[in-house]
């Protein structure tokens, strides 16, 4: 049974930097074409892709936010860690990872969301 | 970034009767293998999105047959053949041929 669950602080200040893990079970991203994202909803809830990291230890970011993430793995512990740098109150947001196979075949499963608010 | 337009944004469908999604991308979502990247995702209130159509018509595991996906190229439609109650929520489409993976704003289902 593939699971992914996110965890991280729940309230962050303006300027600090956030850092999100994603900690999965059922897959290994050792494994060819396994691929895994982080995706942000806003509470007006348009869905934003933000990163990638794929088995093979490629990284995608979204131009937009690009100078402002980095997104690394951990296989022994079967985790995705993002950071974002520079927080700003418009990052409120539910982080959601979420896992891709065979490289195409994007988010068959997702981990349940952990809401960040920023402010001061 | 390739722009995927839903419509409608708001679509109320009484008990039993048939709904459709259009969703249109700004650019061909063909994949070099000749795969067209289109997904169909679910959202129910409160809850994280799943996936319910992969590959413009492949049916996730566990979704009713009364869901399924057409189109080609750039332009694409989710049909409910039957809206059921459980079917209220968010539809979003989202293409992965090219960076950065968008999705379409969202089209709200409601029972009228």
């Known amino acids: 049974q593939v699971t992914l669950r996110e965890s991280g602080p729940a309230l962050v200040k303006p300027t600090q930097t956030l850092t999100l893990t994603c900690t999965f079970s059922?897959?290994?991203?050792?494994?060819?074409?396994?691929?895994v994202s982080w995706i942000r909803q806003t509470p007006g809830k348009a869905l934003e892709w933000l990163a990638r990291?794929?088995?093979?230890?490629?990284?995608h970011y979204s131009p937009s936010l690009m100078a402002r993430l980095t997104i690394s793995k951990d296989t022994s512990k079967n985790q995705v860690v993002l950071t974002m740098t520079n927080m700003d109150p418009v990052d409120t947001a539910t982080y959601y990872c979420a896992r891709t196979v065979y490289t195409t075949l994007d988010f068959d499963s997702w981990g349940q969301g952990t809401l960040v608010t920023v402010s001061s | 970034d390739v722009v995927m337009t839903q419509s409608p944004l708001s679509l109320p469908v009484t008990l039993g009767q048939p709904a459709f999604i259009s969703c249109k991308s700004s650019q061909s979502l063909v994949y070099t293998d000749g795969n067209t990247l289109l997904n169909w995702f679910q959202q129910r209130p409160g809850q994280s999105p799943r996936r319910l159509i992969y590959?413009?018509?492949n049916r996730d595991s566990g979704v009713p047959d009364r869901f399924s996906g057409s189109g080609s190229g750039t332009d694409f439609t989710l049909k409910i053949s039957r809206v059921e109650a459980e079917d209220v929520g968010v539809y979003y489409c989202?293409?992965?041929?090219?960076?950065?993976?968008?999705f379409g704003q969202g089209t709200r289902l409601e029972i009228k």
């Open positions: 989202m293409q992965g041929r090219h960076w950065p993976l968008t």
């Open positions: 990291i794929d088995w093979d230890d490629d990284e």
């Open positions: 059922g897959f290994s991203l050792t494994t060819s074409g396994v691929c």
């Open positions: 590959k413009v018509s």
